[in-house]
């Protein structure tokens, strides 16, 4: 599995756009890009998935540029209760494989 | 609410004793993960069942550890004479054979005093 990197920890005011990157310089050709959500005392959430371009949903966008070797994870205006981390994953998911993560980053919002 | 849930939310226990988790998957995925988390880390893979049949199970895993699904519906986490270091949030994530979403539920914080 790729290994990920991604920003330890972010601030951001309420309100603003909030832009994730993750660099995964070792993406495979059948490698996908996954975003999970973790809020305190809670299990990670699926947030959003892509293999390339841009994939968009009601949560977040997620930009992925034609080399795949970086991703980026929008969230717009965001509020409170985006306070959470944000956890990059990269692998070919069939179904049967763990899922693998890293350290995440962690997103906070102020008012 | 993803649907997958646990019991207990929370676990104190002393030092060498036994502890059973248990989790329910959401009622029609037939595969069913489980994770521990530490403080300031990411999950990391325990095991994984595909129906009542335990698959994989990750180094991670002593020989202290055990899991079933016994019918391949809820399933069990038991941890025998536990330590200090086995204290983290255990977490349950099931998924649906073909499709590569995992859905984690609340977990259990296990604090081995």
């Known amino acids: 599995l790729a290994k990920t990197t991604q920003p330890i920890s972010m601030d951001s005011y309420e309100g603003q756009e909030v832009n994730i990157t993750c660099s995964h310089n070792?993406?495979?050709?059948?490698?996908?890009i996954t975003w999970y959500q973790q809020f305190p005392s809670q299990g990670p959430r699926f947030i959003i998935q892509?293999?390339?371009t841009k994939v968009t949903n009601e949560v977040a966008s997620l930009f992925i540029p034609a080399d795949r070797k970086s991703s980026t994870l929008s969230l717009p205006r965001v509020s409170l209760s985006d306070t959470a981390v944000y956890y990059c994953?990269?692998?070919?998911?069939?179904?049967?494989?763990?899922?693998?993560f890293g350290k995440g980053t962690r997103l906070s919002v102020i008012a | 609410d993803t649907g997958v849930s646990q019991d207990p939310r929370h676990k104190i226990t002393k030092r060498g004793q036994n502890v059973t988790f248990r989790c329910d998957p959401i009622?029609?995925?037939?595969?069913l993960y489980w994770y521990r988390q530490t403080l300031g880390q990411g999950p990391e893979f325990l095991t994984y069942?595909?129906?009542?049949?335990?698959?994989?199970k990750s180094r991670l895993l002593s020989d202290r550890f055990s899991a079933e699904r016994p019918k391949g519906s809820f399933s069990t986490l038991e941890i025998q004479r536990t330590e200090q270091g086995d204290s983290a949030m255990y977490l349950c994530?099931?998924?649906?054979?073909?499709?590569?979403?995992?859905?984690f539920g609340p977990g259990t914080r296990l604090l081995v005093l």
């Open positions: 892509g293999y390339k």
């Open positions: 069942f595909q129906n009542e049949a335990q698959l994989e």
């Open positions: 994953l990269v692998g070919e998911w069939s179904g049967n494989t763990p899922l693998v």
């Open positions: 070792n993406i495979a050709t059948n490698d996908y």
């Open positions: 994530a099931s998924s649906l054979e073909g499709e590569e979403t995992q859905y």
């Open positions: 009622s029609e995925h037939n595969r």
